[in-house]
């Protein structure tokens, strides 16, 4: 909170910058009912701490807390996720792969949900529909691993991030050459904040 006290009545301009040295960004992306409030993502000694709130990554726009880097041609990103609210039985928390920042974008995910398992989810035009796959009974903690060559996605699961299980079938989705890839959450309840714990995240390239 900042207060400014004892001012001359007139206009007046307040900018707030970015520190330097900064690299990871964090966006929300749709029409977040949050927005500029609490949906924060912080991180210390390998941990990411999410809160997310929004509508769902669902149907052809989606509506969550992302935080990303760019990544060129051939990728991948793994997490293991220990832990996600319970906001709603499809909140999610996960590793994606997104064409733009833009809501109704193509993307490649893998989400681990506080009732409906772990899930493959992705769109493969911009505004189209969305697809799912996701194996129930399964919950966090739990590792997520999504890959890109070429066209090509392919999802993984894994209890331990040793073993690793193909969700479903390859997506093939056209992509540019450079992408975003990092961490998603949804609440699946906009308004409402879904606090998700992440670790042991690996992005390549």
């Excluded at 935080?67 to 990103?77: L, M, N, W």
């Excluded at 999610?92 to 899930?119: C, D, Q, W, Y």
Aim: aromatic share 10%; proline share 2%; glycine share 10%.
């Amino acid at each position: 909170e900042y207060l400014f006290t004892n001012l001359v009545p007139g206009t007046y301009k307040v900018t707030f910058g970015t520190l330097a040295g900064y690299v990871r960004t964090v966006a929300d992306t749709g029409a977040d009912a949050t927005d500029s409030d609490a949906d924060t993502a912080t991180h210390a000694s390998g941990t990411f701490i999410l809160n997310g709130s929004g509508d769902d990554i669902w149907n052809s726009a989606d509506d969550f807390r992302y935080v990303y880097q760019v990544a060129s041609g051939d990728c991948s990103v793994v997490a293991k996720v220990n832990a996600v609210g319970n906001t709603h039985g499809w909140a999610k928390a996960g590793v994606m792969i997104r064409e733009t920042l833009n809501a109704n974008a193509e993307h490649a995910s893998v989400f681990v949900t506080p009732a409906n398992g772990v899930a493959f989810q992705h769109r493969a035009t911009t505004g189209g529909a969305s697809a799912n796959v996701n194996t129930t009974g399964l919950a966090a903690p739990y590792w997520v691993k999504v890959t890109r060559v070429g066209s090509t996605f392919r999802a993984y699961r894994s209890p331990d991030g040793s073993s690793w299980t193909q969700i479903g079938s390859a997506a093939t989705i056209s992509m540019t050459s450079s992408v975003y890839i990092g961490l998603a959450v949804t609440s699946h309840s906009d308004g409402d904040l879904c606090t998700a714990n992440f670790s042991n995240v690996t992005a390549v390239p």
